[in-house]
């Protein structure tokens, strides 16, 4: 296999972290390293015929029977894509919190699950596997990692040239850097970090809101919105509505071209509760995410799209992160709602570093 080629079954979990912060990139069990490893060791097995003459004090049969297993064992897919352990209380607590993983999270080094998370992550640094520290963006790391991978052992065997001879790793669709598929996979990661970093930010905000705040607008001008309106706006409206339609053609109702679109502040709805308003972003969240990876698989990422309330053509990815900024905006907007009416709410809660 040419030394730059993305095999089909790394491409699928390239982009991934676990909420742990474990990279499911350098997972065997999720790149296809396993499968892979499983393979040429029988191949160097029955090159040397050794089931015949060394199994000595086991049964050869049954030991091949463990190989093949091995062998057609289903690549795992992810953590962001339903892998990963089921009952994972890592994924539940930062689904909560509306975060993507712990370190996205400013309660790291206070979690209740802090036993669990170092145990996850010193046992997978130990196997050889890649973590994300706090505070750190995944996409450059995801490209240093990769080029490390190829080059470490057993992530290795992915782009070794004799496993490709026996037909073992299928590779991905126009992989090489430099391609389309590895611009646009590269562009997509970009897009979900800025999406991570926004919405968890929005999501520690809306935590400092009572509900008995929510008629709140500011006292001086008009045409404001209340808090509950604006939390509605960052909740519902902000960003993945949008990146769906320009992902996925559903743009929902009403009409974006329409003039109902955009009513004025007094019109638009609002949340009952911060509870609420904390759920609807959760599900605007996983919506935005979702729309990401999508986005990030189709060779339409840089082709130019109007969008619906008009203006000039952009690249897809232009208009995906301009939607990833106007939710940005909006949480300026409640950060400087906080400071006005009080709240004890400084820079680095603006930036999620609070």
């Known amino acids: 296999m040419d030394a730059h080629a993305m095999p089909a079954s790394f491409q699928n979990v390239r982009g991934q972290m676990g909420c742990c912060g474990i990279w499911c990139g350098s997972c065997i069990v999720a790149n296809g390293a396993l499968n892979a490893l499983a393979r040429e060791f029988e191949a160097i097995l029955d090159g040397y015929d050794i089931l015949t003459w060394g199994a000595n004090d086991f049964d050869p049969g049954e030991f091949r029977k463990g190989l093949a297993s091995l062998q057609s064992l289903p690549s ?3 953590c962001a894509r339903g892998g990963g352990r089921k009952d994972c209380a890592l994924r539940a607590c930062a689904e909560g919190y509306c975060v993507s993983g712990c370190t996205e999270c400013v309660q790291f080094t206070g979690c209740p699950h802090a036993g669990l998370l170092r145990h996850m992550r010193e046992g997978a640094e130990a196997a050889g596997l890649f ?8 996409a450059p790391r995801i490209e240093r990692w990769t080029e490390s991978l190829k080059g470490r052992f057993p992530g290795s065997i992915l782009w070794d040239a004799s496993v490709q001879r026996h037909g073992e ?10 391609t389309s598929a590895a611009r646009a996979s590269a562009a997509a990661d970009m897009l979900v970090a800025e999406a991570v970093s926004a919405y968890a930010v929005t999501a520690g905000l809306i935590r400092r809101v009572d509900d008995s705040e929510l008629s709140w607008r500011p006292p001086l001008g008009n045409d404001w919105m209340t808090m509950a309106q604006l939390l509605m706006h960052c909740a519902s409206f902000a960003c993945g509505k ?15 071209a329409s003039a109902d679109h955009l009513p004025r502040a007094g019109e638009l709805p609002e949340v009952a ?7 609807l972003l959760e599900n605007d969240r996983l919506l935005t995410m979702e729309c990401l990876m999508e986005a990030g698989e189709s060779p ?18 232009r208009q995906l992160l301009m939607m990833i900024q106007h939710l940005v905006q909006h949480k300026g907007q409640l950060y ?4 006005l009416m009080g709240k004890d709410v400084s820079t680095p809660d603006l930036w999620g570093n609070g």
Not at 131 to 138: F, I, T, Y
Not at 169 to 178: F, K, L, S, V
Not at 336 to 339: F, P
Request: charged residues 20%.
């Open 131 to 138: 973590v994300l520290s706090p505070g750190e963006l995944a």
């Open 242 to 256: 949008a990146i769906r339609g320009f992902v996925r053609g559903d743009w929902g109702t009403p009409d974006p």
């Open 169 to 178: 790793i299928e590779e991905a669709d126009d992989p090489t850097p430099g």
């Open 273 to 279: 509760s911060r509870d609420e308003a904390l759920a």
């Open 300 to 317: 339409a990422l840089f082709a130019p799209v109007t969008a619906p309330w008009g203006g000039a053509p952009l690249p897809l990815f």
């Open 336 to 339: 400087y709602y906080l400071k």
């Open 76 to 78: 795992c897919p992810g």
